[in-house]
C-alpha cells in the first residue's frame, strides 16, 4: 500500500470510515470507503461503454456528491475528463463536447432542459444521468484490472473569448502522487491529512477540483458547499473548525462587506490558511482582509495551464503591495512584443520557462502563439517585477485599451471602483470612441440600500480621480442588479461590451 501513499484508495484501505468529503447543506458524508468504491464502478461503467486510455468524457454536474466519484474514476481509468461548467449556454457546452470527442456525458437532473436538445445534435454521444446516484450500482466496487493515471482536460472559462481545451500528456507513473504543482503547495503549506478544507467554489473549474482531487489524495476532510453564502461560510468555519479556505477574490469582498455584527458572531480561529488566486484582487480589499482575518491569505498566480506558477504570503504582500509573488515553479520573463527581455520595471507579456508543458486541444495556432522558440510560454497577461524579483500582474493584454495613444488597463479602475464601500462588483473594460480610439466603461452592481445611482455615479466619478489619472477613469457608468461574473471570480466582459455594442448598433 506505500506505492499508493497519496490517493484515497490509502485512507480507504487503512481508515475506510474517514470523511473524504462532507456536503452540509445536504446532510451527506462520503467516507473514504465509500468514495474509493463509487469511483471503482464508475470505472468499469467506463470500460462498459468501451473507453480505454486516451479516451475522453465529459461531466456537466453541479457541486453534488456524486462529481468526486466520477473524477477520480477518470483519473483511475487512464483516460481524459472534461468538467464543462453548466453555467455555459447551450452553443458553449456543444462546442466544448465537440472540440473534446467526449463519447460518455455525466450529467444530472438539473441539466435536463439543457441535455434534451443536445442530443440531436450528438448521437453518437452516451448521455448519463447520474442524479439518483444509482447509475453504476450493477458494477464491482473492486478496481479495474488495467488502472493507469489519467487526467483532467479543462477549458479557459471563456470569459475573453471562446474556451480553449488545455491539454497534458497522460503521465506514465502510477495513479498514485501529487502533480508536480500541487507538491509544490503542499510543501509550501505543510499539508497534512489533518486539515479540514473549505471549497465554496464550482467544482468544475480548474483550481477547485485540483485543489479538492489533492485534498483528497492527502486524506484531508473536505467541506464543500454547493454555491456560495458568505455568512453560511463563517458558519462552517466554526462548525467544522475548519484549518483551510480556498476564497476567490469575490467571496473576500462579500466576507468583508458583512455587517460586523456577523463577521464578530463566528469563531474563526481554527483558520490557518486561506488560499486564494483565479483572478486579480483590489489591494486596498486584501489589505483589510488580512487586518480582519490575520496574516494568514496566501495568494498563487498561474493558469489552468499549469505551465508556471507564483506564491506570495500575507507577509510578503504587505512588504510588497499588488505582488502575486514569486516564481515557485518555472520561471518568469517579462518580454516586449518581440521577445526581448524588459529591465526590472518595465510593464510587458509575462512568459514563463522551466514549467510543464501544455497544448491547446485541435487548435494549433493558439497553441503556437501561446509558445516561444525558446520554450517559454504564456497566459496572455502583462505585468513587471521588482528589484527582489515579485511579479505584479497589469491587466490581461486582451484587456488593454489605448485612448488617446496612451495605453490603460481597466484592472486599475476596477480595482479602484470595487473598493468603495457602496460596491457589490464592478467590471470595467473599452468601448470604440470616435475621438480618443477607445474610453473605459463602468458596469456598477451597487449593494443593497446604496444610494441612487446618479448619486452613486458622481461618488464613484470622485472616487476614481481621488486615485488615477484621469485618462485611467470611466467615461461611461451603467447599473445592474447583477453582473456576469464566474464563481471563481473572472468576469464576462465580453458579454457585457457585446450587449452594449449590439444596443448601439456598432461592431468592437
Known amino acids: 500500500m506505500d506505492r499508493l501513499r497519496q490517493h484515497p484508495r490509502r485512507w480507504a484501505t487503512e481508515q475506510p470510515e474517514r470523511p473524504a468529503v462532507i456536503y452540509p447543506s445536504l446532510g451527506v458524508t462520503i467516507s473514504y470507503g465509500e468514495l474509493d468504491a ?19 468524457f465529459a461531466l456537466l454536474v453541479e457541486n453534488v456528491p456524486v462529481f468526486h466519484e466520477i473524477v477520480w474514476a477518470g483519473h483511475n481509468a487512464g483516460v481524459y475528463y ?38 440531436p445534435r450528438f448521437p453518437d454521444v452516451a448521455f448519463i444521468d447520474v442524479t439518483d446516484g444509482r447509475y453504476a450500482n450493477a458494477f464491482p466496487a473492486t478496481p479495474i484490472a488495467d488502472e493507469s493515471r489519467g487526467s483532467d482536460m479543462l477549458y479557459s472559462s471563456g470569459s475573453t473569448g471562446r474556451p480553449k481545451g488545455i491539454k497534458q500528456l497522460l503521465p506514465d507513473d502510477g495513479i498514485d502522487g501529487l502533480s508536480r504543482m500541487f507538491a509544490v503547495y503542499a510543501r509550501r503549506y505543510g499539508w497534512t491529512e489533518d486539515m479540514v478544507y473549505l471549497m465554496p467554489c464550482p467544482l468544475y473549474h480548474s483550481g477547485p477540483m485540483r485543489f479538492a482531487m489533492a485534498m483528497q489524495q492527502l486524506g484531508a476532510t473536505l467541506i464543500v458547499m454547493e454555491a456560495f453564502d458568505a455568512e453560511a461560510a463563517l458558519l462552517l468555519v466554526e462548525r467544522h473548525r475548519v484549518t483551510h479556505a480556498h476564497w476567490v477574490p469575490t467571496m473576500l469582498a462579500r466576507l468583508l462587506k458583512l455587517p460586523s455584527t456577523i463577521k464578530a458572531r463566528h469563531d474563526l480561529s481554527s483558520l490557518q490558511v486561506i488560499v486564494h488566486g483565479a483572478a486579480p484582487i ?16 496566501e495568494e498563487s498566480y498561474g493558469g489552468t495551464e499549469g505551465n508556471g506558477l507564483t506564491m506570495i504570503s500575507s507577509a510578503e504582500w504587505l512588504a510588497h503591495p499588488g505582488s502575486v509573488g514569486r516564481p515557485f515553479l518555472g520561471a518568469v520573463h517579462i518580454l516586449d512584443d518581440v521577445g526581448r527581455e524588459l529591465p526590472t520595471g518595465e510593464i510587458g507579456n509575462i512568459w514563463f520557462s522551466g514549467g510543464p508543458g501544455f497544448a491547446y486541444h485541435n487548435d494549433a495556432e493558439r497553441t503556437a502563439q501561446a509558445h516561444d522558440a525558446h520554450g517559454r510560454s504564456t497566459l ?25 495613444g496612451v495605453n490603460i488597463f481597466p484592472q486599475e479602475a476596477e480595482n479602484r471602483i470595487i473598493s468603495h464601500p457602496d460596491v457589490a462588483d464592478a467590471c470595467v473594460f473599452a468601448l470604440p470612441d470616435d475621438d480618443m480610439g477607445e474610453v473605459l466603461h463602468a458596469v456598477i452592481q451597487p449593494l443593497p440600500g446604496a444610494m441612487s445611482h446618479a448619486a452613486l455615479e458622481r461618488a464613484l466619478h470622485d472616487w476614481c480621480r481621488e486615485a488615477l489619472a484621469s485618462i485611467k477613469c470611466p467615461r461611461s457608468w451603467e447599473f445592474r442588479d447583477s453582473l456576469p461574473r464566474h464563481d471563481t471570480g473572472k468576469i464576462y466582459a465580453r458579454h457585457l461590451k457585446e450587449e452594449w455594442l449590439a444596443k448601439k448598433g456598432r461592431r468592437d
Open 38 to 56: 463509487r469511483a471503482s464502478r464508475c470505472a468499469h461503467l467506463l470500460r462498459s461503454h468501451g473507453l480505454r486510455r486516451g479516451d475522453h
Open 82 to 119: 472534461t468538467a464543462i461548467s453548466w453555467r455555459f449556454r447551450e452553443d458553449e457546452i456543444a462546442f466544448i463536447l465537440d472540440n473534446c470527442g467526449a463519447r460518455l456525458l455525466f450529467h444530472t437532473a438539473r441539466q435536463s432542459e439543457t441535455i434534451a436538445r443536445l442530443k
Open 282 to 297: 483590489a489591494p486596498d480589499m486584501k489589505r483589510a482582509a488580512i487586518e480582519w482575518l490575520g496574516p494568514i491569505l
Open 380 to 404: 496572455g497577461d502583462i505585468g513587471h517585477v521588482d528589484g527582489e524579483g515579485y511579479l505584479y500582474l497589469t491587466d490581461r493584454r486582451s484587456n488593454m485599451a489605448i485612448s488617446g
